[in-house]
């Protein structure tokens, strides 16, 4: 086997494309590699495209390239999405996995295996790296593939969603915005959002060792990769809000989530932040007396950064009487971020409505 049977016999490439799909592998191993072109020689090309990671590389240009024909991308997709299935230990996977899931998804071509290989590939991303890093647009269109087209069951579908969202070395920072898309898609059902939902905002880790009954084998190797990914703290906030969208009672989300230790260990003040942002979102269909007890459970909440956003969504809907109570708060930090605060409001007009909505939108630090 060397590179030009390759290309005939596993892609079958017409004779016509293979100079060019040489060219780009040499470009695709030369730009992310120490592959040198000048010292090439027969078999060398070959020796590195046996590697799933050298052949994503590979891959990631040819889909992208213009004039390749259809069953040649769509064969090297396959090819290193299924690879996954049979990594050994130590080796890593391809990169731009979305984005060849995003290809095939576009052109109705995934399959169940294509599917594995995706979980895969997550399960096995090499971490504190960001050589895997994606366009979100490619994870938002590999995700309405994945779900449209490739048969999955209901629990490879929740698990599959939550593996998304924590593989940080493909998404970066968008967590947030992949969530929304997900859980605004048509061909998932209310009932498994909402089972989505409550993973994210009730268990600090998505995937403690025993806690979660993956639908698929998972040995225990494969279960520690997945338990110490967390959730992005974005969106467990955002969870919380999506729970009321999706037929929760609100002021019953609100009550619970704005108790001290309801959600115990990494993400509680995010999840406390998200029941801000729906009290937020509720204020003006609740009564006086609810809104104003909601909102003193959240000031007396353990987390600074949250009894901070309290006081700042009281001054928003209720003005400055009730940011004068963060005189008193337990921190010594947030009573010198009132005195400052107050002082402002004297020396300056007061914000508007929109600059304090803007500062509760900030985001806290994972």
């Avoid at 490619?138 to 069951?153: H, K, N, Q, S, W």
């Avoid at 909402?194 to 639908?215: L, M, N, S, T």
């Avoid at 729906?278 to 007396?300: P, V």
């Amino acid at each position: 086997m060397n590179t030009e049977n390759f290309l005939k016999s596993h892609l079958d490439a017409p004779e016509r494309e293979i100079p060019r799909l040489t060219d780009m592998a040499k470009t695709a191993l030369a730009d992310e590699t120490d592959y040198s072109e000048e010292s090439d020689s027969p078999d060398r090309l070959w020796r590195y495209l046996q590697y799933p990671y050298y052949l994503g590389l590979f891959a990631q240009r040819v889909v992208a390239a213009q004039g390749i024909s259809k069953p040649v991308k769509e064969k090297l997709c396959h090819s290193v999405l299924q690879v996954n299935m049979h990594l050994e230990k130590g080796q890593e996977p391809g990169p731009g996995f979305f984005q060849l899931t995003a290809w095939l998804g576009n052109n109705r071509l995934l399959t169940n295996e294509d599917y594995l290989g995706l979980r895969r590939g997550i399960i096995w991303l090499p971490r504190l790296t960001d050589n895997y890093r994606e366009g979100l647009d490619d994870i938002l269109e590999a995700c309405e593939g994945v779900f449209r087209d490739t048969d999955i069951t209901y629990d490879e579908s929740v698990e599959l969603i939550l593996m998304v969202l924590t593989a940080k070395e493909a998404i970066g920072d968008n967590g947030r915005e992949i969530f929304d898309f997900i859980l605004e898609l048509d061909t998932l059902s209310d009932e498994l959002k909402r089972d989505v939902c409550d993973i994210v905002v009730e268990k600090a880790i998505p995937f403690p060792r025993g806690e979660f009954d993956h639908p698929r084998p998972t040995n225990a190797e494969e279960q520690d990769r997945l338990s110490i990914r967390f959730q992005p703290g974005t969106v467990r906030r955002r969870a919380v809000v999506w729970l009321a969208k999706l037929g929760r009672d609100p002021i019953a989300l609100l009550d619970n989530l704005l108790k001290p230790n309801t959600v115990r260990g990494y993400g509680g003040d995010h999840v406390a932040s998200g029941a801000l942002d729906l009290l937020s979102l509720k204020w003006d269909d609740l009564g006086e007396e609810m809104r104003l007890k909601l909102l003193e459970k959240a000031a007396d909440l353990p987390d600074t950064s949250v009894r901070k956003r309290a006081y700042i969504l009281g001054e928003k809907n209720m003005g400055i009487e009730f940011l004068e109570r963060s005189l008193d708060d337990k921190a010594k930090s947030l009573r010198h971020w009132a005195s400052d605060r107050l002082q402002e409001r004297e020396n300056n007009p007061d914000p508007t409505k929109e600059e304090l909505q803007a500062e509760l939108e900030e985001e806290l630090e994972d």
